[in-house]
Nanobody, 112 residues
């Protein structure tokens, strides 16, 4: 199971930190990803982190603004989002790569 938290409404230029708590599987054995889906658009990958956090990758539009991290001792993956823009508005999902496991999603709205 994956449960996201930390979303909400934020003004442009603001920050949010999403968390995803994992349970029921060997968290430290899997790469973890954050995805997002905006209204009327397809789901897209935002960031991915390796099993022990030594490698990360981001989509171009969030590079330098978003940071993915994980705490294996807490079975949790994070997404720190800074300098948010209205284009970042979406439902954000975490996923365990290779397991086909998804969270329920959490809304992030960037608006003044």
């Amino acid at each position: 199971q994956l449960v996201e938290s930390g979303g909400g409404l934020v003004q442009p230029g603001g920050s949010l930190r999403l968390s995803c708590a994992a349970s029921g599987f060997s968290f430290s054995s899997y790469y973890m990803s954050w995805y997002r889906q905006a209204p009327g658009k397809e789901r897209e990958s935002v960031a991915v982190i390796s099993d022990f956090g030594t490698w990360t990758n981001y989509r171009d539009s969030v590079k330098g603004r978003f940071t993915i991290s994980r705490e294996n001792a807490k079975n949790t993956v994070y997404l720190q989002m800074n300098n948010l823009t209205p284009e970042d508005t979406a439902v954000y999902y975490c996923s365990a790569q290779g397991l086909g496991l998804w969270g329920q999603g959490i809304q992030v709205t960037v608006s003044s």
